[in-house]
């Protein structure tokens, strides 16, 4: 079965910081992963997504994650954090050809002026 | 490209009557629709999985009963909450997936409050 870790319910950072997200995965397969940001009352919105290939992956919005396989985790990252940028994140996985998703406990991003 | 829309967008009803969800792909033919349920500050929890044209298949705990799926077009899917309860307040969230992309996109919710 799948699993996805997100550690840390609620990250602050300031504005002009790195941003840093975390997310391990648990998959006897190889998964597709996702990062998804919520922002209040909305639905989700993809930020990026590994599939095959490349293990760095670039999103919208200045955000990358890279998929380790030997440390199962897919973190999040942002090399300059925006007031803007301020929402929920979901880490997802997903397997199998019907591509049912688990997501993560989600990690709220809170950023200081 | 790739637009999801739910409708409505809040909905409040009175316990015991039914509601109603739309889920429409605008801009493409999605073979797969998921239906999802969020609870304030809490994850997203898969309610079912329904493909065009067959039954929904529904997650452990979930009741097929309460909770009845329709995915008649390839571009609508709906949700019925029958019989509903102050319990079945929630955030409820649909995705589509086209074709056989590996992505799903997501409607911008709708918020149930059963009185």
């Known amino acids: 079965a799948q699993s996805v870790t997100q550690l840390g319910s609620h990250v602050s950072v300031s504005e002009g910081a790195l941003v840093l997200l975390r997310c391990n995965y648990s998959?006897?397969?190889?998964?597709?992963l996702f990062w998804y940001v919520q922002y209040p009352n909305q639905g989700l919105q993809l930020l990026l997504k590994?599939?095959?290939?490349?293990?760095l992956v670039k999103g919208i919005n200045g955000f990358e994650a890279e998929f380790k396989k030997s440390e199962t985790s897919f973190h999040l990252t942002k090399p300059s954090a925006h007031m803007s940028d301020a929402a929920e994140y979901f880490c997802?996985?997903?397997?199998?050809?019907?591509?049912?998703?688990?997501f993560g406990a989600g990690t709220r991003l809170f950023v200081k002026a | 490209g790739a637009v999801v829309s739910q409708h409505p967008s809040r909905v409040i009803c009175k316990s015991g009557t039914s509601v109603k969800i739309e889920c429409r792909s605008l801009?493409?033919?999605?073979?797969?629709m998921f239906w999802y349920r969020q609870f304030p500050k809490q994850s997203l929890m898969l309610m079912a999985t329904?493909?065009?044209?067959?039954?929904?298949?529904?997650e452990q705990g979930v009741e097929k009963d309460k909770f009845l799926i329709n995915h008649a077009s390839l571009t609508l899917s709906t949700l019925t909450v029958t019989s509903a309860h102050p319990e079945d307040s929630s955030f409820y969230i649909c995705s589509a997936r086209p074709g056989v992309q590996e992505t799903q996109y997501f409607g911008p919710g709708t918020r149930l409050l059963v009185l």
């Open positions: 329904s493909n065009e044209g067959s039954k929904a298949t529904y």
């Open positions: 590994y599939t095959t290939g490349a293990t």
């Open positions: 998959s006897s397969v190889p998964p597709y």
């Open positions: 801009d493409f033919q999605a073979t797969t």
């Open positions: 997802a996985v997903s397997v199998g050809g019907g591509f049912k998703t688990i």
